[in-house]
């Protein structure tokens, strides 16, 4: 019925006969994969990975900045490969016992209609035991936040709870690829630097005079620690952990510990380039999470590098430092709210 070469994309081949009249037409009924399974399973793991490729040297538009971050990410120690494991840790013993005496049956072949009455009952006993197991892991769980609670470890409390109440509710759709590169070229259009086609905004008060020179390493370093830790990172996984981190091994506090100020002298060339050359590294805006509207479609939000932070919160010690506030304004300023009471 086909060539040789094409046999292999069908599968469950069926000739059926009428059921309600005799006949002499049959009906063939098979599955056919477009694909072979090889092209399939490569699409699938493609829908994982974001839909643009990352940079590389070899592209045309790779610059100093690009290639001081490539470096930078080096130092970024990998996260911990999970282990697999068969069993949860909350399982008891006797519970694994009865699955596992469930799956060898399950996978026998010898009289499958003569094991049913004891699948399910092992089936029962499982669900009795899961149960017994979930309510001691309950009771576990709840005398640890009440420990962390009387310690006065409020953050190591809610911790424990966070991983213990897990809320699944209704999950999105998957995000296509022209969605992704759609909002990725709406947020690279949202940076890209344009001229001004107009004139600009006549200035009816004296400007301020804002140091707009490339900043030291106390200024960096001012910056750094003024980041809040425990942030969701971009897509590198640099957080300002790992920042703090290479500036304490560059300046040890102690005599005998060896400086190491490779990754942090990185960070300062980085930084001080991309002030110097008004040049951003292309990683550093990219879509990380798209959010469902209520109306249908969905929206992205980029998840910042923590080095776009640096900058950010450098820029805002300039402005800051110079720039007077009229007594009147109160918006988005600390310690302005209109409904404190004085």
């Known amino acids: 019925m086909t060539s040789p070469t094409l046999r292999h994309y069908f599968r469950n081949v069926q000739l059926v006969d009428p059921r309600i009249h005799r006949s002499d037409h049959h009906v063939i009924k098979a599955t056919i994969k477009t694909v072979p399974r090889k092209a399939q399973r490569k699409y699938l793991q493609g829908r994982k990975k974001f839909p643009l490729r990352p940079i590389t040297p070899n592209s045309p538009t790779f610059t100093q900045a690009d290639q001081l971050f490539m470096e930078l990410k080096s130092y970024v120690p990998r996260p911990k490969q999970k282990q697999s494991h068969l069993w949860a840790d909350w399982l008891s013993t006797h519970t694994k016992q009865l699955i596992r005496k469930r799956s060898q049956l399950a996978k026998s072949n010898t009289h499958k209609k003569d094991n049913r009455p004891e699948l399910r009952r092992l089936s029962r006993e499982i669900d009795k035991s899961r149960k017994e197991d979930t309510k001691r892991r309950t009771e576990t769980a709840a005398a640890e936040i009440e420990a962390c609670i009387e310690e006065q470890d ?13 809320h699944r509710g209704d999950k999105a759709f998957r995000p296509s690829f022209e969605d992704m590169t759609r ?25 301020y005079e804002i140091d707009d020179s490339v900043p030291t390493e106390d ?19 640099m957080t300002a952990a790992h ?42 805006y990219c879509v990380q999470v798209m959010i469902p509207k209520p109306d249908g479609g969905s929206r ?14 450098i820029i ?17 300023r600390a310690a302005r709210g209109t409904d404190q009471p004085r």
């Open 154 to 166: 409020l953050q190591g409390g809610w911790f424990k709870l966070n991983l213990w109440m897990k």
């Open 243 to 284: 920042l703090k981190k290479w500036y304490r091994q560059a300046h040890p506090l102690k005599e005998e510990d060896i400086p190491q100020p490779e990754a942090w002298n990185k960070l300062v060339e980085l930084v001080q380039h991309t002030w110097e050359h008004s040049e951003l590294p292309q990683e550093l």
């Open 300 to 313: 992205g939000i980029g998840l910042l590098e923590i080095v776009l932070k640096v900058l950010e919160c």
């Open 316 to 332: 805002n010690s300039c402005v800051s430092a110079k720039v007077k506030f009229h007594d009147c304004l109160h918006g988005f």
């Open 183 to 207: 909002l990725t070229d709406e947020m690279e259009d949202m940076h890209k630097r344009v001229d001004p086609q107009e004139e600009p905004i006549p200035t009816l008060i004296a400007p």
């Open 219 to 237: 200024e960096i370093t001012l910056a750094v620690k003024r980041l809040k830790s425990g942030k969701s990172p971009g897509a590198t996984k």
